[in-house]
């Protein structure tokens, strides 16, 4: 096939000079798994010729079945570079420049984003996608951002000035549990996962970061177990096994044994069963026998990597114990991980790590008669697995790579961001929304189809949010007991844990506090342990305003501190389950494990009705960004949360129920671009593209079952 062959069909649909535009564009890719293939491949028919492609991740076994790239022989090697050899050998015409590096590698900074006509994001979690959306912003670079959750999907496209930028609107929190429920009296297997993981941090992390760390001098009462948690400084076997004895006694045994005589279930449906000594004492001999006869390798005796039916396959209680001990003898006699007890972190893709969580909520799980679940299914849960859908990725990419290649096409960057002051004038803003809607619609993919058989559903782009400290100009209110609160809990909870800053800096007028970076004073890492209050410059107290600053990300921000004392949290927290006691769905105070609000962190629902695109309806506004509000999904590497069927299809049912009262069908009208639905109150029905509202807000209600 020739070269005119090839590409004269992206000619006719995009005219000479707009081909000319996206085959010479440089484009951006920011991850390389389940949608970054897709989007390489993409890229590469249409023959977009300069391409840089940046992923950290590395090429697993579990990759292969969605990430096409990607061999068997190829498990271990970085997919980015191998993601790139594999674009180029579908067409030579182009260039992938890949880098096995972090996104938020300093050598990515505002510059390096400044020189792309396109940015394609294709990440799996939640912090790099704030720091790509971010230095697009910075960098004035249009960002099309995808993500998808199973058969669910979405495509945004982010300008700024011109649409809300990912940080406009909230984000879905990952669900919680009462703390009592996990502790004392699951039900569930996600009550045991969850238990699991806090044990996972009481014995291999920070111990007081675990809601099973009892302070004994606190409370006067022995623990049966906080006297076991430390690793013996004998690593021989016969001393790693005592250990593990004594502290699955403590944790399985005694500890449901003294709640049992403290009645604590005796409203119980079902009272729990302490794990038995015969069981742990059987499970020690055949661990002894593994690491005793296989001491090379036990692993691959016990785990057939040729064999993967053990993950699917239910064990049993001991199995279950003989796990729980294998695990705590390899972290013990691994020189990697022996200097990190303390400081470890759990990772569902760190096979010890999985298999021990595994292995602790099945045994928890026995002791409350709640079903053991398989290596698999745990590692779904605990990971917040949605299985991924290879098919959903493929249409998900193709509506991402073709509103970026319309974007090329109708604009170069310097005439696509003088739009913006366009909309200030009236007679113009008609004319750019239009554009707006024409160009860069925000996309979804929906499970079920519409009333007329749609299952890609686009909508209107909400316009940015002024209050958004990203992309707009606001100041947050943090409400904080000063006198406990710590520099360094403000850093790592509130400015990366919540905010997502990358290097930030924290200045009190002409006083700087604390900064990281290249070139920062080193010796303001002094000030982290003290507290707000005993800070220099005369501390920080109520009514303080901090300015925070970060360079690798052009992002600054106007804190203003309120004192709460810590007894006003926890009368907070009371109220609050007080008052929702009886309502399962009431969303849970952020204050209740780190004791602060941070206010004016993300615009509120109605903030997004009042700033969505000025020349719509009022119904448009609600319509079209409700469905963006609900639709908060991810890439398919990015685990995120768990489906309920039984929900979702009883959503699905009402829906159809819904359909069926319908008096009148809707109009042919509904289907044309940018023309009104043929309704009796016309001049009140918002404007939409190719798509019924009542289709958009079918979607997001559909995506309320993730």
Known sequence: MTQADRYSVYRSLYGHDGYARIANAKILVVGAGGIGCEILKNLAMVGCKNIDLIDLDTIDVSNLNRQFLFRPEHVGQSKALIAAKAAETFNPDIKVTAFHDNIKSTRFNTSYFGKFDVVLNALDNLDARRHVNRLCLAAKVPLFDAGTTGYLGQVMPIVKGLTACYECFPKPSPKVYPICTIRSTPDKPVHCIVWAKECFKLLFARPSDSMLFEDESATNDRSEYMHLIAFPADKALESLLSFARALSEGLFQKETQKKIDMDVYKTAAVMPVPISTAQIEDAVALARDILTNNPSDWKQHRYDAADGRWEQTVPSVVDALIDFILCLVEVATNDDTVPLIGQLSFDKDDFWAMRFVSACANIRSAIFSIPILSFHDGKGIAGNIIPAIATTNAIVSGAQVALALKCLAHFTKEALYALPDRMIDPESAQAVTDQVRKVFPHTYCVRHPSRRGYFLQPSVPDRPVSSCYVCGSSQMTLMVDTTVFTLKDLVTKVLKGKLGFNEPAISQ?????????????????????????????????????????????????????????????????AAHQEKNQNNPNAAPLAVAIDMFILEGEQASSSARTDTAAPVASSGDAAKATTAAAQVQVEDDDDMIMIVDEAQFEAEKKAQQQQQQQQQQPPSDATTVVGKKRGRENEEDQPTVVDVDTDDVDTAAKRARAT
């Open 509 to 573: 007028g002409s006083n700087i506090l604390y900064e990281e970076g290249d070139g920062a004073d080193e010796d303001l890492a002094d000030n982290l342990p003290l507290t707000l209050a005993t800070c220099p410059g005369g501390g920080i107290h109520d009514g303080t305003l901090l300015e925070i600053s970060d360079f690798t990300q052009q992002l600054e921000l106007t804190v203003m501190v309120t004192h709460r004392s810590n007894a006003e949290f926890e009368a907070m927290i």
